[in-house]
């Protein structure tokens, strides 16, 4: 089946830094979401982004369906951006595959 | 946006006994939807697709018998965790899509301890 890598595993940022997260999958896919799972539990929908670049406020995503990588940016991250990022692809057939995830802790 | 209700957040129950875990669509129509479980600091493994008014499909390795699942309606679907066990106890969360609709919305999760 399809492989999802995230990288990095882990980081820790200080409150105000940028940080990069990575997704690399190893088979085409229809689909691709980013995720927030916050400390309860709850997975936030970041972005749907199969191909091309989104923003939203602070965070933005691109993704390169040739070149099989999506990219998530966080820009003057906040303590409240805290929490696992995971990115999910669909390959086909409605399953939604997810990475092993990118654990953030932003420090105050 | 769409909103997937999850019922209920968290639950303890006695070794033995069966657990019924809700999942709603409560603002779309959702032909189907996902079960997921996931451990401590683990990702998210699908555990099987629920299609509405037919059988669901079970990811290999998961055991039809021990998780239940039932989707009876286009904005209901349940996980009932039969005989369960203290092995079982983890973190599940449903998710949906809209009928002909790309996009996963995910419910909050249900937190189940087996002691």
């Known amino acids: 089946g399809i492989q999802v890598e995230q990288s990095p595993p882990d980081l820790i940022l200080q409150e105000g830094a940028n940080s990069t997260l990575r997704c690399n999958f190893?088979?085409?896919?229809?689909?691709?979401q980013w995720f927030h799972q916050n400390p309860w539990g709850q997975?936030?929908?970041?972005?749907?982004?199969?191909?091309?670049?989104?923003?939203?406020?602070?965070?933005?995503?691109?993704?390169?369906?040739?070149?099989?990588?999506s990219l998530l940016y966080i820009?003057?991250?906040?303590?409240?951006?805290?929490?696992?990022?995971?990115?999910?692809?669909?390959p086909g057939g409605f399953k939604t595959i997810f990475g092993a995830g990118t654990r953030l802790f932003v420090k105050a | 946006g769409a909103v997937v209700s999850q019922h209920p957040s968290w639950v303890i129950c006695k070794s033995g006994t069966?657990?019924?875990?809700?999942?709603?669509?409560?603002?779309?129509?959702?032909?189907?939807?996902f079960w997921y479980r996931q451990f401590p600091k683990q990702s998210l493994m699908l555990m099987a697709t629920s299609n509405e008014g037919s059988k669901a499909t079970y990811e290999q390795g998961v055991e039809k018998?021990?998780?239940?699942?039932?989707h009876a309606?286009?904005?209901?679907?349940?996980?009932?965790?039969?005989?369960?066990?203290?092995e079982d106890s983890?973190?599940?969360?449903?998710?949906?899509?809209?009928?002909?609709?790309?996009?996963?919305?995910?419910?909050?999760?249900t937190r189940l301890t087996v002691v």
Do not use: W
């Open chain 2, 73 to 86: 309606s286009l904005t209901l679907s349940t996980l009932t965790v039969t005989s369960a066990h203290p």
């Open chain 2, 18 to 33: 069966s657990v019924k875990i809700e999942c709603r669509s409560l603002d779309f129509q959702a032909t189907t939807m």
């Open chain 1, 75 to 90: 820009s003057s991250s906040q303590t409240t951006d805290s929490g696992v990022y995971f990115c999910a692809v669909e």
């Open chain 2, 65 to 70: 018998d021990k998780f239940l699942i039932n």
């Open chain 2, 90 to 109: 983890s973190f599940y969360i449903c998710s949906a899509r809209y009928t002909g609709g790309t996009e996963a919305f995910f419910g909050q999760g």
């Open chain 1, 43 to 69: 997975l936030i929908n970041l972005f749907y982004i199969p191909s091309g670049t989104k923003q939203n406020g602070r965070l933005s995503a691109t993704t390169v369906a040739t070149e099989r990588y």
């Open chain 1, 26 to 32: 190893s088979d085409s896919v229809n689909n691709l």
